[in-house]
């Protein structure tokens, strides 16, 4: 027969707060089941079960009031007294206060009376001074040394065209200076530039070959990085490209690079003649 949960508890002899600790629930809570105030959560039976080792159906879904206690009922709570309030001042009105050094009363203004909008005038612009640039540091210094040594510049004849030594320029001129030097030792290296020949025996070796092959319109075979095959007389050639004429008369210029061998063809047999075996 299923009992009250607060007779299972006091079986148990376990207290309210020991029941809510192995149940997991509000204390609170466990109260409220106990008083009859509400029915046990479904959630919350098997809990209860469990922390009184007892089955669910052991329990009483709604447990009814101890003799003698009734339901508890839970007593509204006292409003709280209202905040005491001063005097309400009538609008516009001012209140007076003592000035010790005078020795009679000031108006002052109430407080939800309007304060007059205080004028401001126009703030005077700031003035920033500028900053002097930065004097050049020491290693700019040495690097225009450098670059005008190696561009076969005088130094004194650079400080001439600025008014004044190298050492008393600021950094934003040095910095400048450095990439105006630098840019003409670019360019100038630029201009010197060449083909990078092959050994000279090698160059004249091959000039000779082709000139002469050239000259006696014998035809060569090419064979290229690409497995393509190419055959024809050479009319011209330069460091870099040998043009050919095909025996279609169509004229074909390759690049060296892009040769890997070219060899003499053997010549065509006269008309009636087998060719040798």
């Known amino acids: 027969m299923a009992e009250?949960?607060?007779?299972?508890?006091?079986?148990?002899?376990?207290?309210?707060?020991?029941?809510?600790s192995r149940a997991g629930l509000p204390i609170g809570l466990i109260?409220?089941?106990?008083?009859?105030?509400?029915?046990?959560?479904?959630?919350?039976?098997?809990?209860?079960?469990?922390?009184?080792?007892?089955?669910?159906?052991?329990?009483r879904l709604r447990?009814?009031?101890?003799?003698?206690?009734?339901?508890?009922?839970?007593?509204?709570?006292?409003a709280a007294a209202p905040a005491a309030a001063g005097p309400v001042q009538?609008?516009?009105?001012?209140?007076?206060?003592?000035?010790?050094?005078?020795?009679?009363?000031?108006?002052?203004?109430?407080?939800?009376?309007?304060?007059?909008?205080?004028e401001r005038g126009p703030r005077p612009p700031r003035v920033q001074?500028?900053?002097?640039?930065?004097?050049a540091r020491p290693s700019q210094i040495t690097h225009l040394q450098e670059v005008l040594a190696r561009l076969g510049r005088a130094q004194a004849q650079v400080e001439a065209e600025l008014g004044k030594p190298l050492a008393e320029i600021d950094r934003p001129t040095a910095s400048k200076l450095l990439t105006q030097f630098q840019t003409e030792l670019r360019e100038g290296r630029?201009?010197?530039?060449?083909?990078?020949?092959?050994?000279?025996?090698?160059?004249?070796?091959?000039?000779?070959?082709?000139?002469e092959v050239q000259e006696a319109g014998t035809p060569l075979h090419f064979t290229l990085f690409d497995n393509t095959t190419l055959a024809g007389a050479v009319v011209g050639f330069g460091p870099y490209n040998i043009t050919v004429r095909e025996a279609d008369g169509r004229e074909v210029t390759v690049n060296k690079l892009a040769v890997v061998s070219y060899v003499k063809m053997p010549a065509a047999p006269p008309a009636g003649q087998e060719p040798a075996a």
């Open 31 to 59: 109260m409220e089941y106990e008083a009859g105030q509400r029915s046990i959560d479904a959630r919350h039976l098997t809990r209860l079960a469990r922390a009184l080792y007892v089955e669910e159906a052991d329990l």
């Open 129 to 135: 001074t500028p900053r002097p640039p930065a004097p």
């Open 190 to 211: 630029s201009a010197e530039r060449h083909r990078a020949y092959l050994p000279e025996a090698v160059d004249q070796y091959e000039m000779r070959y082709l000139t």
């Open 4 to 20: 009250n949960l607060w007779a299972l508890r006091e079986q148990k002899k376990l207290s309210v707060a020991t029941l809510a």
């Open 63 to 78: 447990s009814d009031p101890r003799p003698g206690t009734g339901q508890l009922e839970r007593q509204p709570r006292p």
């Open 90 to 118: 009538p609008a516009g009105q001012t209140n007076h206060r003592s000035d010790p050094a005078a020795g009679s009363p000031q108006p002052t203004p109430a407080s939800g009376a309007a304060r007059p909008p205080r």
